[in-house]
């Protein structure tokens, strides 16, 4: 897939250029998007690189993950990081993301996380968005929950960060959440 844009009121979501390493790599040097990301610890310029420079635009190339910089309409700063990624079964995809810290508490990363919500159900015909963070991340909950994710629960060792194995909460936002309709016709349970 050629690589787009997403414009919102207050952002830009648009893809990583070379120009975006300063940023990425000093935004990576908080901790605590070392901790709850699955971004490298300690963080170099070279992981920087290697993000921007080659994983970004092969996920694009590839159609396996969409990653977007952030950024700030007005002055353009990089206020942070989201990947769309396919799953499986076709049609589900799953959405990671880090605010930089001098940017969280204003609702930019719930602006950008609704808009590549909507672009995944209507430009890639998903059927089922996933959020899934380790239990105790409390702000990536937050952004779930303001976007509209229903959680699901627990996962026991559902991630895999840093070589170790950690619980993670699961949440969905569907079409029909943001009333979109669907790719698939969607039945569900009846208790």
Known sequence: MEPITLTTERLLLRPFTIGDVDEVHAACQDPDIQRWTVVP???SRADAELFVGELSPGGWRDDSMYNFAV??????ALAGALGIHRRNPPGTYEVGF???????????????VLSAARWTFTSLGGDRLEWRAEVGNVPSRAVALRTGFRMEGEQRSGLLNKGVRRDAWVGSLLPSDLGLPGTH???????
């Open 41 to 43: 610890s300690p963080y």
């Open 71 to 76: 950024v700030l309409r007005e002055g353009g």
């Open 98 to 112: 880090w605010t930089a810290k001098e940017h969280r508490g204003r609702g930019c990363m719930t602006e950008a």
């Open 185 to 191: 016709a969607y039945l569900p349970a009846t208790t």
